[in-house]
C-alpha cells in the first residue's frame, strides 16, 4: 500500500526531470553546434547538425589581437570574483547587524534597505558614471566591484535565512564562551550561513560574469574589457570581418569559466545540509 | 605631377612636423617625459570595430610599426596612433564618445580626441555641431577632394554647408536580380533589358505581379526597397519642430502593403535567417537590394549551397545573381573620418584625410586587394573599364561599372540629422501595419510616439495629404 | 536583569558596526545618483544631437506628459509578461525543492538534475535570446517540427503575434530563472531541522502532507523573499523583451515593459523623464513590496518575541 504512490511519483519525477534536463542543456548543444559552423552556415539558418569549422572559429578568435581573450577571462575572474565575495560577506554581515543586535535606527534602516532593493538599476546609471569620471575611477576596475559591498537583493536573502535558521541561542551561547561578537560572526554565523551564501554567491559572480552595460561605459583600454565587452566588440565588426561563427566560439568559450564556478560552488549547498544539525 | 606634388608635400609635412618636434624638445630642458607630453606625439583615433584600424595599418604610408597587441601605431617621426576602439552594442560608442568631446576642452593635449569615425546614420549629430572640424580649415581643397562622389560629401555637409567629414568608401546600391527567375518571368536575363523593365516603381510593380502569376516573390520583406526611398525624399525629415513625413516614403507604405496582401513578398525583415534562405538555392524571390559591401560577400555566401564549400558555378546559385541600377538610386552603408574639434595635430590629420580618401592610388589599391569600393571616381572607373575585370558570381557581369554610374546619381543633399531615428521609427511603426497588427492610423500613432521619445525636441508630426 | 539591558545596549554598537560598509557604499555609488536621478525628474532635460538643453525647472510636467503617454499599458505588458514566466516558475520550483530534499524519494542523479536545472542561467541573456530568435523564426526548427507533426499548415510568426511575443518571453524567463528559485527553495529547506521531518514520519504524515503541514511555513520567509524579488525583476524586466524585439516592443508596443520605456528615454539622454518614469517605478515597488512584506510577514515581530522569551530563563540560569 505505502510502496505503490512513491514508486508512481518517482516515475513522474523522473519525466520531469528528464524533460526539463532536456530544455536546459538543449541551449547548450546548439550553442556549441553554432561555434563550430562557419559565418554563411549560420546565416543560412538552423541546424542541430554540427558543423567543421570549430578550429577555424577558435584560431580567429585567439589570433585576434583586437580581442584579447585572456586577459577578457582574466579581468571577468578578477571582477566576478571579488563582486561575488563582496557580495555575500558584507550582505551577511549587514544582515547579522539587523537581525542579531538591538539599535535605534534598527527599523528605518530594514526599511530603507527594502526601498533601495527596488530601484532598478539603469535609473542611475548616468549619474554613477559622472561620479566615477570625477573620482578618477574610469577606465579601471574597481567600479565593476566595489559598489557589489551594498548589495540589498543580497542583504535581504541573507535576512531570511537568518530568520529561519539561524537561532539567537547559538549567538549567545559565543557569547558566554567569551567570544568577541566580530569572532562569532566569523566563527559561529559564518559557517551556518554557507548554504546561503553559496547560492548568493553563485548568483552575484553569474550576474557580474554576465554583465555588459556598466563595463561598457567604463572600460576603454583593451587591456581592461571583460569578455561581455569583446563579444559586443566583435558583433560590431566591419562588414569584412563580421563572423557570427567567431561570435558564437567566444560565447562558448565565455560560458566554461563560469560553468567551472558554478560547479564547485553547487558542492557548497549540498554540503550545507550536513551542517544542518546544530539546530537547537 | 598631380601624385608627384602630393608625395612632396607629405614629406615635407612630415619634415616640418619632425623639425617642429626636435626644436621643441630642444626648448625642454626636462628631457624625455616632458617630451613625451609634448603636443602631436600622440595621436589618438577613436572608432567601433577594427575596420578603419586595418586600413591605416595597411595603407597609410607613414606608418612604421604595429604594437603586438594593435592597441598602438607608431609612425615613421615616432608620432604613436592610440586606437580607442568601443563596439557599438547597446549605444555604447556613441555615449563614450559624447562623452570624451564633450570633456575635450579640459582633457590633457595627448588624451584630446584627434580623429574619430562616424556612420551616415548619425554622422549629421557630429558634423552639425561645434565638435567637428571644417575639412577646408584642415588644409584640404575641393581638388583633393575632386574625384569623391558628391553624396559622400552632402552627408558630411552641416547646415550652413561646411563639409567636416570624408571617407574612403563610397557604397552605392543596386539591384541583384536572379538571371533564371529573369528569364522565366521576362524571357531575358540580360541587365540592360531586365533594367528597362525595372526602370521605375510602376514597372517595378508590373514585374511584380507577373513574378507572383509564376510562382516567385519579387521581394523578400518589408524593409527590402526601403532605402530606395528613404534616399529620394523631397526634403529632410524635420523642419524645425516639425517633423514631416515624405510622401516618397508613404509610397513606400502602399507599395509595401500592396505587396504583402497579394503575397509578393516573404513578409522577412533584414538578416532574419528566412530572409538570408530567401537568397540561397531554396529561395524563390526575383531580387535583392545591395550595395557595394552586400553583393559580394553577403549576398555571395547566402547564395551557396555549401557555404564552406568552393566559391564557383554548381556550388548553389553561385553564377545566377545579375545586377542592374533598379528603380531609383540609393546607398547602403559606409564609414566617415571626422577630426575632433581641439585636436593638437591638425597637419597629421589632414594628412591622414589626404592619404586614405584622396589618394587615387591608395583608393584603387584597397579596392583591389579587399573588394571595398572606394570613392574615387578615376580610380573606380579605371576597373571599370578593364575589359578583363568581372565577377564570376555575378555571370561575369562587371559590376564596378554599374557601381560607377549609380554613385553619380546619389542625392543626399537632403540627409538630416533626424534621419536615422526617423527611418528606424517608421519602418518599426509600418511592420505592425504589414502584419495586420494595426491599421494605418495605429501605425501613424506608433510613429508618433516613438519619435517623441527619440527626440524630446519635435513638437509635431505631419503626414503628407 | 540590569545586567542583561546594560549588555543589550553596549552590543547596539556593533548593530551600527557591522551595517556600515554596507550604507558608505550605498551612499557613495548608489545614492549620490539617485538623488540626481529624481532631482532633474523635474527638470526639462535632454540632450538635442550634442547640445544640451535645460536644465529649466519644469515642476511636475514630465510627469503630466508620463500619464498622457501610456504608461498604464506597458505597466500591463508588464505584469502580464511577469506572470506568465513566474507562475511555472514558482509551481515547478517547489515541486522541484520539494523532490531533491525528500530523503523518501529515492532519484538516481539528484546531483546532476539539481546542477543542470540553473544552467540556463549561465548563458548571457543576449546570447539566449539569439538562439530563440533561430528556433522560432518563421522557418525555424520549431515552426518545421509543428507543421511536419501537422499541428499547423503554415509558419506561425511567432514574433509578429502579440501572444507568440509575450510567450516567449514568458517562456525565456521561465526557463532563465526556475533553476535560481529551485536552488533558493532548496537552501531554505535545507535549513530546516532534519529533526522536524523525522517528527513528521513517525508521526505518519504522507509526503504531501510533509510538505504542505512543515515544509512550507519553515521556508516561508524565503519564500516571501522569492515572491518579492521576482515582482522586483518582474518590474525591472528589461534584457529579454529588449532584444528579443529589438527595443521595439513590437507587435504595436503590446510588449513594451516599464523599463523598455524607461530606456527609450535614456537612449534619447531625456534626464527629466528618465528622471521621472524612475521616480513613478519606484513608487509603485516600494508600495507592492511593502504590501506584501507587511501582510505576509504580519506576525512575524510576535514570533520573535516568543522566541526571546524562551531565551531568557536560559540565560538567566546561566547567569544565576
Same mark, same amino acid.
Given at each position: 500500500?505505502?510502496?505503490?504512490?512513491?514508486?508512481?511519483?518517482?516515475?513522474?519525477?523522473?519525466?520531469?526531470?528528464?524533460?526539463?534536463?532536456?530544455?536546459?542543456?538543449?541551449?547548450?548543444?546548439?550553442?556549441?553546434?553554432?561555434?563550430?559552423?562557419?559565418?554563411?552556415?549560420?546565416?543560412?539558418?538552423?541546424?542541430?547538425?554540427?558543423?567543421?569549422?570549430?578550429?577555424?572559429?577558435?584560431?580567429?578568435?585567439?589570433?585576434?589581437?583586437?580581442?584579447?581573450?585572456?586577459?577578457?577571462?582574466?579581468?571577468?575572474?578578477?571582477?566576478?570574483?571579488?563582486?561575488?565575495?563582496?557580495?555575500?560577506? /558584507?550582505?551577511?554581515?549587514?544582515?547579522?547587524?539587523?537581525?542579531?543586535?538591538?539599535?535605534?535606527?534598527?527599523?528605518?534602516?530594514?526599511? /530603507?534597505?527594502?526601498?533601495?532593493?527596488?530601484?532598478?538599476?539603469?535609473?542611475?546609471?548616468?549619474?554613477?558614471?559622472?561620479?566615477?569620471?570625477?573620482?578618477?575611477?574610469?577606465?579601471?576596475?574597481?567600479?565593476?566591484?566595489?559598489?557589489?559591498?551594498?548589495?540589498?537583493?543580497?542583504?535581504?536573502?541573507?535576512?531570511?535565512?537568518?530568520?529561519?535558521?539561524?537561532?539567537?541561542?547559538?549567538?549567545?551561547?559565543?557569547?558566554?564562551?567569551?567570544?568577541?561578537?566580530?569572532?562569532?560572526?566569523?566563527?559561529?554565523?559564518?559557517?551556518?550561513?554557507?548554504?546561503?551564501?553559496?547560492?548568493?554567491?553563485?548568483?552575484?559572480?553569474?550576474?557580474?560574469?554576465?554583465?555588459?552595460?556598466?563595463?561598457?561605459?567604463?572600460?576603454?583600454?583593451?587591456?581592461?574589457?571583460?569578455?561581455?565587452?569583446?563579444?559586443?566588440?566583435?558583433?560590431?565588426?566591419? /562588414?569584412?570581418?563580421?563572423?557570427?561563427?567567431?561570435?558564437?566560439?567566444?560565447?562558448?568559450?565565455?560560458?566554461?569559466?563560469?560553468?567551472?564556478?558554478?560547479?564547485?560552488?553547487?558542492?557548497?549547498?549540498?554540503?550545507?545540509?550536513?551542517?544542518?544539525?546544530?539546530?537547537? | 605631377?598631380?601624385?608627384?606634388?602630393?608625395?612632396?608635400?607629405?614629406?615635407?609635412?612630415?619634415?616640418?612636423?619632425?623639425?617642429?618636434?626636435?626644436?621643441?624638445?630642444?626648448?625642454?630642458?626636462?628631457?624625455?617625459?616632458?617630451?613625451?607630453?609634448?603636443?602631436?606625439?600622440?595621436?589618438?583615433?577613436?572608432?567601433?570595430?577594427?575596420? *578603419?584600424?586595418?586600413?591605416?595599418?595597411?595603407?597609410?604610408?607613414?606608418?612604421?610599426?604595429?604594437?603586438?597587441?594593435?592597441?598602438?601605431?607608431?609612425?615613421?617621426?615616432?608620432?604613436?596612433?592610440?586606437?580607442?576602439?568601443?563596439?557599438?552594442?547597446?549605444?555604447?560608442?556613441?555615449?563614450?564618445?559624447?562623452?570624451?568631446?564633450?570633456?575635450?576642452?579640459?582633457?590633457?593635449?595627448?588624451?584630446?580626441?584627434?580623429? *574619430?569615425?562616424?556612420?551616415?546614420?548619425?554622422?549629421?549629430?557630429?558634423?552639425?555641431?561645434?565638435?567637428?572640424?571644417?575639412?577646408?580649415?584642415?588644409?584640404?581643397?575641393?581638388?583633393?577632394?575632386?574625384?569623391?562622389?558628391?553624396?559622400?560629401?552632402?552627408?558630411?555637409?552641416?547646415?550652413?554647408?561646411?563639409?567636416?567629414?570624408?571617407?574612403?568608401?563610397?557604397?552605392?546600391?543596386?539591384?541583384?536580380?536572379?538571371?533564371?527567375?529573369?528569364?522565366?518571368?521576362?524571357?531575358?536575363?540580360?541587365?540592360?533589358?531586365?533594367?528597362?523593365?525595372?526602370?521605375?516603381?510602376?514597372?517595378?510593380?508590373?514585374?511584380?505581379?507577373?513574378?507572383?502569376?509564376?510562382?516567385?516573390?519579387?521581394?523578400?520583406?518589408?524593409?527590402? @526597397?526601403?532605402?530606395?526611398? @528613404?534616399?529620394?525624399?523631397?526634403?529632410?525629415?524635420?523642419?524645425?519642430?516639425?517633423?514631416?513625413?515624405?510622401?516618397?516614403?508613404?509610397?513606400?507604405?502602399?507599395?509595401?502593403?500592396?505587396?504583402?496582401?497579394?503575397?509578393?513578398?516573404?513578409?522577412? @525583415?533584414?538578416?532574419?535567417?528566412?530572409?538570408?534562405?530567401?537568397?540561397?538555392?531554396?529561395?524563390?524571390?526575383?531580387?535583392?537590394?545591395?550595395?557595394?559591401?552586400?553583393?559580394?560577400?553577403?549576398?555571395?555566401?547566402?547564395?551557396?549551397?555549401?557555404?564552406?564549400?568552393?566559391?564557383?558555378?554548381?556550388?548553389?546559385?553561385?553564377?545566377?545573381?545579375?545586377?542592374?541600377?533598379?528603380?531609383?538610386?540609393?546607398?547602403?552603408?559606409?564609414?566617415?573620418?571626422?577630426?575632433?574639434?581641439?585636436?593638437?595635430?591638425?597637419?597629421?590629420?589632414?594628412?591622414?584625410?589626404?592619404?586614405?580618401?584622396?589618394?587615387?592610388?591608395?583608393?584603387?589599391?584597397?579596392?583591389?586587394?579587399?573588394?571595398?569600393?572606394?570613392?574615387?571616381?578615376?580610380?573606380?572607373?579605371?576597373?571599370?573599364?578593364?575589359?578583363? *575585370?568581372? @565577377?564570376?558570381?555575378?555571370?561575369?557581369?562587371?559590376?564596378?561599372?554599374?557601381?560607377?554610374?549609380?554613385?553619380?546619381?546619389?542625392?543626399?543633399?537632403?540627409?538630416?540629422?533626424?534621419?536615422?531615428?526617423?527611418?528606424?521609427?517608421?519602418?518599426?511603426?509600418?511592420?505592425?501595419? *504589414?502584419?495586420?497588427?494595426?491599421?494605418?492610423?495605429?501605425?501613424?500613432?506608433?510613429?508618433?510616439?516613438?519619435?517623441?521619445?527619440?527626440?524630446?525636441?519635435?513638437?509635431?508630426?505631419?503626414?503628407?495629404? | 536583569?540590569?545586567?542583561?539591558?546594560?549588555?543589550?545596549?553596549?552590543?547596539?554598537?556593533?548593530?551600527?558596526?557591522?551595517?556600515?560598509?554596507?550604507? =558608505?557604499? !550605498?551612499?557613495?555609488?548608489?545614492?549620490?545618483?539617485?538623488?540626481?536621478?529624481?532631482?532633474?525628474?523635474?527638470?526639462?532635460?535632454?540632450?538635442?544631437?550634442?547640445?544640451?538643453?535645460?536644465?529649466?525647472?519644469?515642476?511636475?510636467?514630465?510627469?503630466?506628459?508620463?500619464?498622457?503617454?501610456?504608461?498604464?499599458?506597458?505597466?500591463?505588458?508588464?505584469?502580464?509578461?511577469?506572470?506568465?514566466?513566474?507562475?511555472?516558475? =514558482?509551481?515547478?520550483?517547489?515541486?522541484?525543492?520539494?523532490?531533491?530534499?525528500?530523503?523518501?524519494?529515492?532519484?538516481?542523479?539528484?546531483?546532476?538534475?539539481?546542477?543542470?536545472?540553473?544552467?540556463?542561467?549561465?548563458?548571457?541573456?543576449?546570447?539566449?535570446?539569439?538562439?530563440?530568435?533561430?528556433?522560432?523564426?518563421?522557418?525555424?526548427?520549431?515552426?518545421?517540427?509543428?507543421?511536419?507533426?501537422?499541428?499547423?499548415?503554415?509558419?506561425?510568426? !511567432?514574433?509578429?503575434?502579440?501572444?507568440?511575443?509575450?510567450?516567449?518571453?514568458?517562456?525565456?524567463?521561465?526557463?532563465?530563472?526556475?533553476?535560481?528559485?529551485?536552488?533558493?527553495?532548496?537552501?531554505?529547506?535545507?535549513?530546516?531541522?532534519?529533526?522536524?521531518?523525522?517528527?513528521?514520519?513517525?508521526?505518519?504524515?504522507?509526503?504531501?502532507?510533509?510538505?504542505?503541514?512543515?515544509?512550507?511555513?519553515?521556508?516561508?520567509?524565503?519564500?516571501?523573499?522569492?515572491?518579492?524579488?521576482?515582482?522586483?525583476?518582474?518590474?525591472?524586466?528589461?534584457?529579454?523583451?529588449?532584444?528579443?524585439?529589438?527595443?521595439?516592443?513590437?507587435?504595436?508596443?503590446?510588449?513594451?515593459?516599464?523599463?523598455?520605456?524607461?530606456?527609450?528615454?535614456?537612449?534619447?539622454?531625456?534626464?527629466?523623464?528618465?528622471?521621472?518614469?524612475?521616480?513613478?517605478?519606484?513608487?509603485?515597488?516600494?508600495?507592492?513590496?511593502?504590501?506584501?512584506?507587511?501582510?505576509?510577514?504580519?506576525?512575524?515581530?510576535?514570533?520573535?518575541?516568543?522566541?526571546?522569551?524562551?531565551?531568557?530563563?536560559?540565560?538567566?540560569?546561566?547567569?544565576?
Amino acid at each position: 500500500m505505502d510502496k505503490k504512490p512513491s514508486h508512481a511519483r518517482t516515475v513522474i519525477a523522473y519525466i520531469v526531470l528528464i524533460l526539463l534536463t532536456f530544455l536546459c542543456l538543449f541551449f547548450f548543444y546548439i550553442l556549441i553546434v553554432n561555434a563550430t559552423r562557419s559565418h554563411p552556415q549560420i546565416q543560412k539558418g538552423f541546424s542541430f547538425i554540427p558543423g567543421h569549422s570549430l578550429m577555424k572559429n577558435l584560431r580567429s578568435v585567439l589570433n585576434d589581437a583586437n580581442i584579447p581573450v585572456m586577459s577578457g577571462i582574466k579581468n571577468s575572474l578578477i571582477v566576478s570574483s571579488l563582486s561575488a565575495i563582496l557580495a555575500t560577506y /558584507f550582505s551577511a554581515l549587514t544582515a547579522y547587524g539587523l537581525y542579531a543586535y538591538d539599535f535605534k535606527l534598527k527599523k528605518p534602516a530594514f526599511v /530603507f534597505i527594502m526601498l533601495i532593493l527596488v530601484m532598478p538599476t539603469q535609473v542611475s546609471a548616468m549619474g554613477f558614471i559622472n561620479l566615477i569620471t570625477k573620482m578618477g575611477m574610469l577606465n579601471t576596475l574597481y567600479p565593476l566591484f566595489l559598489p557589489s559591498i551594498a548589495a540589498p537583493a543580497v542583504f535581504y536573502f541573507m535576512y531570511s535565512y537568518m530568520q529561519s535558521s539561524l537561532p539567537l541561542e547559538l549567538v549567545e551561547a559565543a557569547r558566554i564562551d567569551g567570544s568577541s561578537e566580530f569572532h562569532t560572526f566569523n566563527r559561529v554565523v559564518i559557517p551556518i550561513m554557507k548554504p546561503a551564501l553559496a547560492v548568493q554567491a553563485i548568483f552575484a559572480f553569474v550576474t557580474s560574469w554576465n554583465n555588459y552595460f556598466i563595463p561598457a561605459l567604463v572600460i576603454s583600454d583593451n587591456s581592461k574589457k571583460t569578455l561581455p565587452i569583446l563579444i559586443a566588440a566583435l558583433r560590431s565588426a566591419d /562588414f569584412l570581418k563580421f563572423d557570427m561563427g567567431k561570435v558564437y566560439m567566444l560565447i562558448t568559450i565565455a560560458i566554461v569559466p563560469i560553468i567551472i564556478v558554478y560547479i564547485a560552488l553547487s558542492k557548497y549547498i549540498v554540503a550545507g545540509v550536513a551542517l544542518g544539525g546544530v539546530k537547537e | 605631377m598631380k601624385k608627384g606634388f602630393k608625395a612632396v608635400l607629405s614629406i615635407a609635412l612630415a619634415a616640418a612636423m619632425m623639425f617642429g618636434m626636435t626644436a621643441c624638445g630642444g626648448g625642454n630642458s626636462g628631457g624625455g617625459e616632458e617630451a613625451a607630453a609634448e603636443a602631436g606625439k600622440v595621436l589618438n583615433i577613436w572608432c567601433w570595430n577594427d575596420e *578603419f584600424q586595418s586600413r591605416f595599418n595597411d595603407y597609410y604610408p607613414g606608418v612604421a610599426e604595429v604594437a603586438e597587441d594593435k592597441s598602438t601605431t607608431t609612425l615613421e617621426d615616432g608620432t604613436v596612433v592610440k586606437w580607442t576602439i568601443n563596439p557599438n552594442e547597446g549605444m555604447n560608442y556613441q555615449d563614450k564618445l559624447d562623452a570624451a568631446l564633450l570633456a575635450q576642452e579640459s582633457a590633457a593635449d595627448d588624451e584630446k580626441i584627434d580623429i *574619430f569615425l562616424v556612420e551616415a546614420d548619425y554622422a549629421l549629430k557630429y558634423v552639425d555641431s561645434d565638435y567637428t572640424v571644417d575639412v577646408k580649415e584642415l588644409g584640404l581643397t575641393d581638388e583633393d577632394m575632386a574625384e569623391q562622389y558628391q553624396y559622400t560629401k552632402d552627408i558630411v555637409t552641416d547646415s550652413n554647408g561646411a563639409q567636416k567629414g570624408t571617407t574612403w568608401q563610397a557604397t552605392p546600391g543596386l539591384f541583384a536580380y536572379r538571371r533564371s527567375i529573369a528569364k522565366d518571368v521576362l524571357g531575358t536575363d540580360d541587365p540592360d533589358e531586365v533594367q528597362a523593365a525595372l526602370a521605375d516603381w510602376d514597372k517595378f510593380n508590373a514585374v511584380a505581379e507577373q513574378a507572383a502569376a509564376k510562382g516567385y516573390k519579387m521581394l523578400s520583406g518589408y524593409d527590402d @526597397s526601403y532605402r530606395t526611398f @528613404s534616399n529620394n525624399v523631397s526634403a529632410p525629415w524635420v523642419d524645425g519642430t516639425a517633423v514631416n513625413v515624405d510622401a516618397n516614403i508613404m509610397k513606400w507604405v502602399d507599395q509595401t502593403k500592396e505587396f504583402t496582401d497579394k503575397g509578393y513578398n516573404n513578409k522577412t @525583415s533584414l538578416w532574419a535567417p528566412e530572409w538570408a534562405a530567401d537568397q540561397g538555392p531554396e529561395g524563390k524571390v526575383f531580387g535583392f537590394f545591395y550595395s557595394t559591401w552586400g553583393i559580394n560577400f553577403t549576398l555571395l555566401g547566402n547564395s551557396l549551397a555549401d557555404p564552406d564549400g568552393a566559391q564557383e558555378v554548381g556550388n548553389g546559385i553561385f553564377g545566377d545573381y545579375a545586377v542592374c541600377y533598379g528603380p531609383e538610386p540609393y546607398y547602403w552603408g559606409g564609414t566617415w573620418i571626422c577630426a575632433a574639434a581641439g585636436t593638437d595635430n591638425t597637419e597629421l590629420v589632414a594628412d591622414v584625410m589626404k592619404q586614405l580618401t584622396c589618394n587615387g592610388e591608395i583608393m584603387k589599391k584597397i579596392t583591389l586587394d579587399t573588394q571595398d569600393y572606394t570613392n574615387n571616381q578615376a580610380a573606380m572607373q579605371e576597373i571599370a573599364d578593364d575589359p578583363d *575585370f568581372g @565577377s564570376a558570381f555575378l555571370g561575369g557581369q562587371n559590376h564596378i561599372a554599374l557601381f560607377v554610374e549609380a554613385a553619380k546619381n546619389i542625392d543626399m543633399s537632403n540627409a538630416g540629422p533626424y534621419d536615422q531615428g526617423c527611418n528606424e521609427g517608421i519602418q518599426g511603426a509600418f511592420k505592425d501595419y *504589414f502584419d495586420g497588427n494595426v491599421d494605418m492610423d495605429g501605425a501613424k500613432a506608433n510613429f508618433e510616439k516613438t519619435i517623441k521619445e527619440k527626440f524630446p525636441e519635435i513638437e509635431s508630426v505631419n503626414w503628407p495629404e | 536583569m540590569k545586567k542583561i539591558k546594560g549588555n543589550e545596549v553596549s552590543y547596539a554598537k556593533y548593530g551600527y558596526l557591522f551595517i556600515a560598509p554596507f550604507f =558608505i557604499a !550605498f551612499l557613495i555609488f548608489q545614492f549620490i545618483p539617485l538623488i540626481q536621478t529624481i532631482y532633474y525628474s523635474f527638470f526639462e532635460y535632454y540632450r538635442s544631437g550634442l547640445k544640451i538643453i535645460g536644465p529649466n525647472p519644469v515642476g511636475f510636467d514630465n510627469y503630466a506628459a508620463l500619464f498622457e503617454a501610456d504608461f498604464g499599458k506597458y505597466a500591463g505588458n508588464t505584469i502580464i509578461m511577469w506572470i506568465l514566466g513566474f507562475i511555472p516558475q =514558482i509551481l515547478i520550483s517547489l515541486l522541484l525543492a520539494a523532490w531533491f530534499t525528500d530523503i523518501r524519494l529515492k532519484i538516481k542523479g539528484k546531483q546532476f538534475f539539481k546542477v543542470v536545472i540553473y544552467m540556463p542561467n549561465l548563458i548571457m541573456a543576449s546570447a539566449f535570446a539569439m538562439l530563440f530568435f533561430a528556433l522560432f523564426s518563421d522557418n525555424g526548427p520549431v515552426n518545421s517540427t509543428l507543421i511536419s507533426m501537422g499541428l499547423i499548415s503554415k509558419p506561425f510568426r !511567432f514574433l509578429s503575434s502579440v501572444w507568440g511575443t509575450r510567450g516567449l518571453v514568458g517562456l525565456m524567463n521561465f526557463l532563465m530563472w526556475f533553476g535560481n528559485t529551485t536552488i533558493l527553495l532548496m537552501a531554505a529547506v535545507m535549513g530546516i531541522n532534519p529533526s522536524l521531518f523525522e517528527a513528521a514520519e513517525l508521526d505518519g504524515c504522507s509526503p504531501r502532507q510533509t510538505f504542505f503541514r512543515v515544509t512550507l511555513p519553515m521556508i516561508r520567509p524565503i519564500l516571501i523573499y522569492v515572491l518579492i524579488t521576482s515582482m522586483i525583476g518582474g518590474l525591472q524586466m528589461f534584457d529579454v523583451p529588449q532584444i528579443l524585439t529589438n527595443g521595439k516592443g513590437t507587435p504595436d508596443r503590446t510588449s513594451m515593459t516599464l523599463i523598455m520605456y524607461l530606456n527609450n528615454h535614456l537612449f534619447s539622454k531625456n534626464y527629466g523623464m528618465a528622471g521621472a518614469v524612475s521616480v513613478i517605478l519606484f513608487i509603485i515597488a516600494a508600495i507592492l513590496c511593502l504590501v506584501v512584506y507587511f501582510t505576509l510577514n504580519a506576525d512575524d515581530d510576535s514570533k520573535r518575541i516568543r522566541k526571546r522569551d524562551r531565551l531568557k530563563p536560559r540565560k538567566e540560569a546561566v547567569n544565576g
